[in-house]
């Protein structure tokens, strides 16, 4: 289901299914008339979301979808696990592969994006492999460079950046924290590691699980998605 409020985010604030029977609903994002993309997973595609409320399909065979983001141009930006790889699709709905190895090696299954003030893209890959540990990359605004910005967590999934594009938060699944990083420059960070939030300390019914999702909004406020195990008793939340 894809939900909206047309007020500020309050405990009050009225929200409306815009979207339903969505099959496996991962990132979505809006371009600044205010179209929102989502990607359903077990679908293989992107949807779109007119500002009239139209839904339509913008993208198909698309496999292992996760994080959607728009870039300054209009094109929407996505990750696929199945391959991994980070591609673009322009409006007109044509594919442009931008990155899926580092140093010659594929990516294992790439998870969430965040484009950067500088039209850069950090993205978290959790998966594994002999070859390629658990990373957060950088795509170079040029997409000509692709670099490994760290490989200290043991599973990151959710990214985003503050508003200002000074701080980067990426959460780990495998220990439920989001780490805070200061940048030193695009691609380059200060430090790595510093804790920023951690469920147990602070969301009630949380402690056991890791954010699966995380974004900021232009005011700086970060949220986070959790999703519990279908045998749990507590549900899943922002």
């Known amino acids: 289901v894809v939900l909206k409020t047309d007020s500020p985010i309050q405990p009050s604030a009225p929200v409306t299914a815009v979207a339903t029977n969505l099959q496996s609903g991962q990132g979505v994002a809006s371009d600044p008339t205010g179209n ?6 077990a679908a293989n595609k992107i949807s779109e979301l007119s500002t ?22 209009g094109n ?34 790439p998870n969430s994006l965040w484009i950067d003030p500088q039209g850069g893209i950090y993205v978290t890959d959790p998966g594994t492999s002999p070859s390629q540990p658990a990373s957060v990359y950088y795509i ?17 999934t959710g990214i985003t950046g503050s508003a200002d594009g000074t701080m980067l938060y990426v959460s780990d699944a495998a220990t439920s924290a989001t780490q805070e990083t200061a940048w030193r420059a695009p691609g380059h960070l200060s430090f790595f590691g510093s804790p920023f939030f951690h469920p147990s300390s602070t969301v009630a019914g949380a402690s056991a699980f890791a954010p699966t999702g995380i ?16 045998a749990s008793d507590r549900p899943a939340m922002v």
Do not use: W
């Not at 929102?36 to 997973?41: G, N, P």
């Open 36 to 41: 929102v993309f989502f990607a359903e997973s």
């Open 52 to 73: 009239s409320g139209q839904l339509s399909t913008f993208k198909t065979n698309l496999t292992g979808l996760g994080g959607v983001k728009i870039d300054a141009r």
């Open 76 to 109: 929407v930006v996505a990750v696929e696990s199945n391959p991994a790889q980070v591609v673009s699709i322009s409006p007109l709905g044509v594919t442009t592969v931008l990155a899926s190895k580092f140093n010659d090696i594929p990516f294992n299954a």
């Open 140 to 156: 170079s605004p040029d997409r000509a460079v692709v670099s490994r910005v760290n490989t200290g967590l043991a599973q990151p």
């Open 215 to 230: 974004t900021s909004s232009f005011v700086s406020v970060i949220f986070f998605t959790f999703a519990c195990p279908v």
